[in-house]
T-cell receptor
Framework: AQSVTQPDIHITVSEGASLELRCNYSYGATPYLFWYVQSPGQGLQLLLKYFSGDTLVQGIKGFEAEFKRSQSSFNLRKPSVHWSDAAEYFCAVGGMEYGNKLVFGAGTILRVKS | EAGVTQFPSHSVIEKGQTVTLRCDPISGHDNLYWYRRVMGKEIKFLLHFVKESKQDESGMPNNRFLAERTGGTYSTLKVQPAELEDSGVYFC?????????????FGSGTQLSVL
């Protein structure tokens, strides 16, 4: 069965500092991996996705993520965090046989301090 | 272009009552999904409509939950009777195609509190 683990419930970083949010997945076949962000009062917004090819994927808002098959990880990174990045971030996994049915992690709340 | 709209944004009901959540997908999106997040845990899949047909309802927790999609447009999710464990945030999402990665557009969710 598919599963996603986001080990950090909360993370606090200073504005301008770098950020890495961790995501580990369990999936039997080639995974399709996603990062979503939810800002207060908003719906989930897709930041980036990985299907195949280059293991470093670029997303919106300056985010990137790296797929590491050997570690079953898909960590999200940003070199310099802005106060507007404060939100909750969700990692998700899917597969061709599941259509658009995604399995999400429990989320990581990012706080940005000035 | 309007996004996915859900209402109400919040609902507080007592155990045993009935609540109906509504989702209006993006116009033209045949695929509509319901997800739920309980107690700050994972967001879990409930069901998937293709037009008016239920493609996959494997995530529906029990028969107290009834989802419909009239004419392949908006969808409702009714909980009857509501139990305490039904509290959570119910998300709706829509997409134009049924393939992994076809961009899912999510609504902002309905926060349901059952007291």
């Amino acid at each position: 069965a598919q599963s996603v683990t986001q080990p950090d419930i909360h993370i606090t970083v200073s504005e301008g500092a770098s950020l890495e949010l961790r995501c580990n997945y369990s999936y039997g076949a080639t995974p399709y991996l996603f990062w979503y962000v939810q800002s207060p009062g908003q719906g989930l917004q897709l930041l980036l996705k990985y299907f195949s090819g280059d293991t470093l994927v670029q997303g919106i808002k300056g985010f990137e993520a790296e797929f590491k098959r050997s570690q079953s990880s898909f960590n999200l990174r940003k070199p310099s965090v802005h106060w507007s990045d404060a939100a909750e971030y969700f990692c998700a996994v899917g597969g061709m046989e599941y259509g658009n049915k995604l399995v999400f992690g429990a989320g990581t709340i990012l706080r940005v301090k000035s | 272009e309007a996004g996915v709209t859900q209402f109400p944004s919040h609902s507080v009901i007592e155990k045993g009552q009935t609540v109906t959540l509504r989702c209006d997908p993006i116009s033209g999106h045949d695929n509509l999904y319901w997800y739920r997040r309980v107690m700050g845990k994972e967001i879990k899949f409930l069901l998937h409509f293709v037009k008016e047909s239920k493609q996959d309802e494997s995530g529906m927790p029990n028969n107290r939950f009834l989802a419909e999609r009239t004419g392949g447009t908006y969808s409702t999710l009714k909980v009857q009777p509501a139990e305490l464990e039904d509290s959570g945030v119910y998300f709706c999402a829509s997409s134009s195609a049924w393939t992994v990665g076809e961009k899912l557009f999510f609504g902002s969710g309905t926060q349901l509190s059952v007291l």
